[in-house]
């Protein structure tokens, strides 16, 4: 009974062992995510057609969720009243340091991703703000990050939108 119950036990593990999964390494991940980028910044040209969900009710602006989500889970596309597009994403933390981390974080992804094209980037930060901007030229999209203390927490907000001269 106790071969029985040792070699049954020896089966499990080595089961266990050819079954595991190789972890990812960080680079596929790092791939994903700027791939991700790319897509936002290469959808901006046709005004996100092509990562719109369905449209949100909302009688000031015109706004749809989106499909692809760079920060948060809470990303949408919206136009103003002069008809520019842009795409957003806010997440909501509870405390500075959270917030801080997050905003730091994902401008290091942004400029990981964006190293190889020379984008211009700048930040300003005060007691109450963090705001971080990526520009390539004034016929690109403008990336800006803004982080600030709200009512009930910090909220970091991640954006992609038309450059100002357009």
């Not at 990981?112 to 020379?118: K, R």
Request: contains cysteine; proline residues 2%; charged residues 20%.
């Amino acid at each position: 009974m106790t071969k029985t119950l040792i070699t049954a036990f020896s089966l499990l593990v080595l089961t266990g062992c050819v079954s595991k999964q190789p972890e990812t390494p960080n680079i596929v991940s790092k791939q994903n995510e700027c791939s991700r980028l790319n897509t936002l910044l290469d959808a901006q040209a046709s005004g996100f057609k092509k990562l719109k969900a369905h449209k949100v009710n909302n009688d000031f602006i015109k706004q749809w969720h989106a499909t692809t989500h760079f920060l948060g889970s809470s990303c949408t596309i919206t136009q103003d009243d002069k008809q520019k597009i842009s795409y957003q994403c806010t997440k909501h933390t509870d405390h500075q340091n959270l917030a801080s981390r997050l905003h730091i974080k994902t401008i290091d992804k942004v400029r990981q991703c964006l190293a190889a094209q020379q984008w211009h980037e700048s930040t300003k930060e005060s007691d109450s703000f963090i705001s971080s901007n990526f520009v390539l030229d004034d016929t690109h999209p403008v990336i800006t990050l803004f982080t600030s203390k709200i009512a009930t927490g910090y909220t970091t907000r991640f954006e992609i939108a038309q450059a100002l001269g357009n």
